[in-house]
């Protein structure tokens, strides 16, 4: 089921940005944190960035660290993430997700529940 609609991804050269959005339905977005995470081809999906619900927590994999943004719009019921200074290695499909679980770590994939079916960032040299 589609719980999360993302948007925003595309085509970008090296080092250009992009915003992807992530906005809930069917759910209200502030009871969650929210995690984005990707995939790229032939490759396991990993956790990018995380949220939590007040926006007081926010947790970067080291590789995207510096150059990732990740925020929320409680009031617009969606969350984003501001990819700068891109390389072709964040080539991916990114996906969102709203935490449910709390057993494991922010970027483990059965901590969640509600998923969007992902928007394609592909970043070009």
């Known amino acids: 089921q589609v719980q999360f609609v993302e948007s925003g991804g595309g085509l970008v050269q090296s080092g250009g940005s992009l915003r992807l959005s992530c906005a809930a339905a069917?759910?209200?977005?502030?009871?969650?944190?929210i995690g984005w995470f990707r995939q790229a081809p032939g490759k396991e999906r990993e956790g990018v960035s995380y949220?939590?619900?007040?926006?007081?927590?926010?947790y970067y994999k080291d590789p995207v660290k510096g150059r990732f943004t990740i925020s929320r719009d409680n009031a617009k019921n969606t969350a984003y993430l501001q990819m700068n200074s891109l390389k072709p290695e964040d080539t991916a499909v990114y996906y969102c997700?709203?935490?449910?679980?709390?057993?494991?770590?922010?970027?483990?994939?059965?901590?969640?529940?509600?998923w969007g079916r992902g928007t394609q960032v592909t970043v070009s040299s």
């Open positions: 997700a709203a935490r449910t679980k709390y057993d494991s770590t922010w970027y483990s994939e059965s901590a969640y529940d509600f």
């Open positions: 949220i939590n619900r007040l926006s007081s927590s926010k």
């Open positions: 069917g759910f209200t977005l502030d009871n969650y944190p």
